[in-house]
């Protein structure tokens, strides 16, 4: 066809070029106190849902896709887009919330933004750093790929600092949200697919030699020892020193070859719980450069049944929450989103919220740790994933490392959570056990869990015995008794069992009722029957010996496409507390009535 010769060509010239960008560079943490300059606002953007723009027509990456940005240089000339002329959307937000017409668009969309920038010190290095892609983004600076990342909810950032000019940069970056069988999550699951650039993009400037990650925390089961490591990255390491100067703590040591100091110390900090929410000042300077954070300090083990903060046992009152605004059927995305999803459960009574079933914005941990809620963080590790496939691992790795090297540090984070309602067999063990030892690794300190299905030992007898349990610190679990399965009677009846001499935590159990909706206690989607489900929900969930925490599912209705029955759903899942209008409904006040009395025996 027309373009025969030139692909060829092409294809000859730029043998081996998919290979030779930089790839992702390891993550650099505490993206709110470096010098960032924002690069949010209207990008431009085109729909590609053909991939025409990455793609030739003989499938193979197009080395002159639209990143190229090209302009015709005349009449004469064929380029068949323009990003001058195109539509926009703004940056950070989903473009389904944005366009009527997008609403349920899946593939691909092209995002252009063009920007001056001028370097403090010409010998300092810029990265640019992204919140979250939806799910797979190619990213391209002045015409260069600068890199590619998958998985979308983590933070990812490359480094521009050759590429970058004083004048007429554009960066350019292909977002694709279609859902495929390989990947983390699957294409079934029971939210909205929100695609694009959901989160903040961010230019960051550090020194040559900078800090990159760091860990300041209490050692596993101490509250006065601290274990401290920085990394740098950089061809000249300095000195680093960690100070937290309310606490008289000033740590100081050299890195080694790899760039990495470990230091550790004893210290008297107050400590960090829902009560009392301490965080401290802690500074890294290393060189000329200082990183500022807020770190609170806590400790979090299990002794049998129990679950110990700083020692003494705790109940986890808590709610589900998906990262969604339901007032405005969007992902939610910035500080004043997680403020009113935060408070929303503070007003319910929680001292602790499960962030269901990826991570959310950074925004939602760093004000956990000031509005003193514990939190249970997940990868999307949903239902039935491609066990056995070792790049469906290596991906799942990939979004459970990113998670915990963002949020190491938040000591409202006490849960990794590491599954949501994965079926039982050979290769789903090994997989999710390889996940769980790469957890421990990265950190030691946290807890870790996944959210298990229960089967009946006898009719009125539930059973945890998944053997993922042998692996977990705190077993986590979901129910729909009276609502998927029997009536919500049942609940008056059924006992619990485990093999296991550790915590439960119900990790999800609700009803849909749509708010407003008034009738019987036994008629479906009434906030009458969503409320009798939480009586007797609760009242069971009470009696359970070794259960310590709970989340219903979920704090708001939210979006789902599974969801279709009319007037009722209308796409939308309902086991909300509160509704898409913001409405509370009465088995909100149950629940809030239950938090305030319910004491540990
Ligand atoms: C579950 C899932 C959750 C669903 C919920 C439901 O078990 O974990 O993602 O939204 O049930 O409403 O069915």
């Not at 010996?545 to 009722?568: K, M, N």
């Amino acid at each position: 066809s027309k373009a025969r010769i030139p692909y060829l060509l092409l294809a000859l010239l730029s043998f081996g070029w998919g290979s030779t960008f930089a790839q992702t560079a390891s993550l650099i943490t505490n993206i709110d106190h470096r010098a960032t300059t924002s690069l949010n606002g209207k990008w431009k953007i085109i729909v590609d849902p053909y991939e025409t723009g990455f793609y030739s027509y003989r499938m193979v990456e197009d080395p002159n896709g639209f990143f190229k940005d090209r302009k015709p240089k005349d009449a004469t000339e064929l380029v068949e887009y323009n990003f001058d002329t195109s539509d926009e959307l703004y940056v950070p937000s989903d473009w389904n919330s944005q366009r009527e017409d997008l609403k349920l668009y899946e593939g691909t969309i092209w995002y252009k933004k063009a920007f001056d920038y001028t370097k403090k010190a010409a010998t300092n290095r810029v990265f640019v750093h992204f919140g979250a892609v939806n799910y797979d983004a190619h990213v391209y600076l002045n015409g260069k790929k600068i890199g590619h990342h998958v998985g979308g909810f983590t933070p990812f950032n490359m480094e521009v600092t050759d590429l970058l000019q004083e004048k007429g940069n554009f960066i350019v970056v292909k977002a694709d949200d279609k859902r495929l069988k390989e990947a983390v999550p699957t294409p079934n699951t029971d939210w909205w697919n929100y695609g694009g650039i959901t989160r903040d993009v961010k230019l960051v400037e550090v020194p040559a030699t900078f800090v990159e990650d760091y860990t300041v925390q209490l050692a596993k089961g101490s509250l006065n020892k601290l274990d401290v490591w920085v990394k740098t990255n950089g061809t000249s390491p300095q000195p680093v020193t960690v100070s937290i100067p309310e606490a008289k703590v000033k740590l100081t040591g050299t890195p080694d070859a790899s760039g990495m100091v470990k230091l550790s110390s004893n210290a008297k900090l107050k400590l960090w719980s829902p009560e009392s929410p301490k965080l401290y000042k802690v500074q890294i300077t290393s060189g000329s450069e200082k990183v500022e954070d807020e770190i609170g300090f806590r400790s979090i083990e299990t002794k049998g049944a129990d679950i110990l903060l700083n020692k003494k046992p705790v109940l986890l009152k808590g709610i589900c929450i998906h990262e969604e605004m339901p007032t405005r059927g969007a992902r939610a995305y910035s500080m004043e989103d997680a403020q009113t999803l935060l408070g929303w459960a503070k007003e319910l009574g929680c001292n602790y919220v499960r962030l269901a079933h990826y991570p959310h914005n950074e925004n939602m941990t760093r004000l956990a740790d000031k509005m003193g809620l514990m939190v249970w963080s997940e990868i999307p590790v949903y239902w039935t994933v491609d066990w056995a496939n070792p790049a469906t691992l290596a991906n799942a790795k990939q979004q459970l490392t990113e998670m915990i090297t963002r949020d190491k540090n938040k000591a409202s984070v006490v849960l990794w959570s590491m599954a949501n309602e994965t079926p039982l067999s050979d290769s789903r063990l090994s997989f999710l056990k390889s996940q769980i030892e790469t957890a421990r690794q990265l950190d030691n300190t946290r807890l870790i869990t996944a959210a298990l299905e229960v089967h009946n030992a006898t009719e009125n007898t539930m059973m945890i015995d998944d053997p993922l349990g042998q692996y977990l610190d705190v077993l986590g679990c979901n129910e729909y008794i009276g609502w998927y399965s029997r009536k919500i009677e049942d609940c008056d009846k059924i006992t619990w069992q485990t093999t296991y001499d550790k915590p439960l935590i119900i990790s999800e159990t609700g009803a849909d009722c749509v708010a407003g909706m008034h009738g019987e206690a036994t008629a479906r989607f009434t906030e009458e029957f969503q409320d009798n489900f939480y009586q007797h929900q609760l009242a069971m969930i009470k009696r359970i010996p070794f259960l310590r925490g709970v989340t219903p599912w979920i704090l708001a209705d939210f979006r789902s496409p599974r969801r279709p029955l009319p007037s009722i759903q209308d796409y939308w899942n309902r086991k909300g507390l509160i509704s898409d209008r913001g409405e509370r409904k009465k088995a909100f006040y149950t629940l809030q009535k239950f938090y305030a009395d319910w004491k540990l025996k």
